[in-house]
T-cell receptor
């Protein structure tokens, strides 16, 4: 099956700093999403981005499908950005397209 | 507000006592699925449904049942829970099975003693 690798596994930032999270995947995908899992365990949608670039406030994402990677940029980080960031990809498979999750990047933003 | 809801949010139960975790979405989505999240194993799909009365197994279906009698509801049933089913469970939905943004419910923390 498809492999999803995220880097770095852990990241500690001072409030106000910028960061880039990376997601590499091993095959062509039909679906790619970024999620933030907050300290209460909830999975929050950030971007649906199988290709191209999107921005939402301090967050932006770019997926280069031909090179099989996606990047999530966080600018001017805040303590509320802490949590785990997951990249998840979907590939058509016999009528199902389960999202396959990477192991995540654990972000800690310190005031 | 577009959302996926799950109940209960927290549940502690004992081995063998049947339970149901409900899931409902208000977005008229065709595709719904259940995941479990475990430390070191990540998120894994349990069951999915492409539409009413159409369900199939995901990666880890053993010990679980589902049904899809209405488009908005997709309950997860544990007929005889065991301690290895202690986990964080998520229901998810999206417009169709091929693509589209997938939305997750808030999660259900289940402990089986």
């Amino acid at each position: 099956g498809i492999q999803v690798e995220q880097s770095p596994p852990d990241l500690i930032l001072q409030e106000g700093a910028n960061s880039t999270l990376r997601c590499n995947f091993s095959d062509s995908v039909n679906n790619l999403q970024w999620f933030h899992q907050n300290p209460w365990g909830q999975l929050i949608n950030l971007f649906y981005i199988p290709s191209g670039t999107k921005q939402n406030g301090r967050l932006s994402a770019t997926t280069v499908a031909t090179e099989r990677y996606s990047l999530l940029y966080i600018s001017s980080s805040q303590t509320t950005d802490s949590g785990v960031y997951f990249c998840a990809v979907g590939v058509y498979s016999s009528g199902n397209t389960p999202l396959v999750f990477g192991k995540g990047t654990r972000l800690s933003v310190i005031a | 507000e577009a959302q996926v809801t799950q109940n209960p949010r927290y549940l502690i139960t004992v081995t063998g006592k049947k339970l149901t975790v409900t899931c409902s979405q208000n977005m008229n989505h065709e595709y719904m699925s259940w995941y479990r999240q475990d430390p070191g194993l990540g998120l894994r799909q349990i069951y999915y449904s492409m539409n009413v009365e159409v369900t199939d197994k995901g990666d880890v279906p053993e010990g679980y049942k589902v049904s899809r009698k209405e488009k908005r509801n997709f309950p997860l049933i544990l007929e005889s829970p065991s301690p290895n089913q202690t986990s964080l469970y998520f229901c998810a939905s999206r417009g169709n099975w091929r693509t589209d943004t997938q939305y997750f419910g808030p999660g259900t923390r289940l402990t089986v003693l």
